[in-house]
């Protein structure tokens, strides 16, 4: 907070959460770093397109993010995320865990990060389907 004022320094709530929509777009004109946060035999079973698994448990998340950019590629095959990336979303499956990693990520220095609160519930409910494997 600002001595004086009631507003939060930093982003706001609703600037830290994707829609359904969003993340729908996102995925479309592929601009997304979408990290699923869930267990690995959860996204086995079911996952969002485009999504990597990198679960937020005994600080495995964090970690993962202060890997060095060749480290983190060699892991999970997609490009490290930078500090002031614009299009990192989290997700898990109801928002719990993906509220947790954005904290993470957020004490970490990403501070333009996002997390999808729907997960993998709302996504099923909306689409039908994941993808599987």
Known sequence: MVRGSLTPVGPSVSDSVVTYEQLR???STHNIQLFDVRNPDEFQAGRIPEAV??????????ESLKLSPEHFELIFEVKHPGKDDDNIVFHCQSGNRSSKALNIARQLGFSRAKHFKGG??????REGKGVHG
């Open 120 to 125: 993998y519930s709302e996504w099923t409910a």
């Open 25 to 27: 777009t996102m995925l």
């Open 53 to 62: 698994n990198i679960p937020c448990k005994l600080n495995h998340l964090e």
